[in-house]
């Protein structure tokens, strides 16, 4: 990867992502008191599971069950603590563990952080992301089927799609330092072979300061998550026909969901002057709803009214 197309996607990021401004506030007004004590403080916790819920909303963290999580898992996020995606070995052992073993051991702990028992594989990355900024990298469904297609001839498919936290350490991490290390040595290339060090200051500075993980997570959400699952937002939906008498175009006053992926059998909740209804971005029109049209990048998609 070119340093410059890093930096262009990051931009990218900061104008496609209206959510993006959430993370700067996190990590600014976070007390960083994760290496202080074992035990949390709630207000820390309630703090990062507000950052979680503002990109997925059905996240529900556990405070209890999480401070029992780390706990256990503060030993290790000491030992990992200087450590940074661009330079970490992950087969380098620390203590008992190589540092692939213990993040994998990390990963899985955390996932079960949640009050609904389901596998929070994305809200764990940027959990532990949060905690540990310069070496874990966030990811979402998209970018982790997207990395893994790209690199199917080393990194198996899991069983039913679960990618947990060997998948995380093993196979994505390394992938990530690999990606990392290819942006520093291009920079360094370009700018006269100045120091590697140097190199990570100045891309950080033109990353509005942010880490490298930061940066390439920002990279992996605008090319598989983004591109991947087109953003429809208010702007770019068409609402050509009367609703049955419910309102007209002009009746639109809010989205509960301020945007919404244009997939089959995905859906978004208009509100019209009160009268909630939802529409459904539809590939083909089903006979149970009212049909109408939209635009997303100059196309044209069915979308109805159930």
Request: hydrophobic share 35%.
């Amino acid at each position: 990867m070119k340093w410059r197309n890093l930096l262009k996607t990051c931009k990218e990021f900061q104008k496609k992502e209206k959510r993006a401004y959430c993370y700067d506030i996190y990590m600014k007004n976070n007390g960083r008191g994760w290496f202080k004590d074992k035990r949390l403080p709630e207000v820390e916790i309630m703090k990062l599971f507000w950052f979680v819920r503002t990109w997925d909303i059905n996240f529900r963290g556990d405070f209890k069950q999480f401070q029992k999580i780390y706990g256990k898992i503060y030993p290790s996020i000491k030992l990992l603590k200087s450590q940074k995606i661009e330079d970490i070995d992950f087969n380098k052992k620390t203590k008992d563990k190589k540092n692939k073993d213990r993040i994998m051991n990390i990963f899985d702990k955390v996932t079960k952080c949640g009050k609904n028992g389901r596998g929070e594989w994305t809200d764990t990355s940027k959990i532990l992301h949060c905690i540990l900024p310069k070496l874990f990298v966030m990811w979402d469904v998209e970018i982790r089927k997207g990395i893994w297609r790209k690199n199917r001839k080393i990194w198996k498919r899991p069983k039913n799609d679960k990618f947990t936290g060997k998948e995380y350490a093993f196979y994505f991490l390394p992938k990530m330092k690999e990606e990392a290390n290819n942006v520093i040595e291009r920079y360094r290339t370009d700018h006269n072979h100045c120091t590697r060090r140097q190199a990570i200051k100045e891309i950080s500075k033109k990353g509005r300061d942010h880490t490298i993980a930061k940066l390439l997570d920002e990279f992996n959400y605008v090319i598989y998550t983004i591109k991947q699952s087109p953003i429809l937002v208010i702007y770019d939906l068409q609402i050509d026909l009367p609703l049955d008498g419910l309102a007209t175009r002009s009746d639109l006053t809010s989205l509960s969901e301020e945007r919404v992926t244009a997939k089959v059998r995905e859906s978004l909740r208009l509100t019209f002057n009160n009268n909630s209804v939802t529409v459904a971005c539809e590939a083909h029109h089903n006979k149970r709803g009212w049909k109408g049209h939209g635009t997303l990048n100059r196309k044209e998609f069915t979308w109805r009214v159930y």
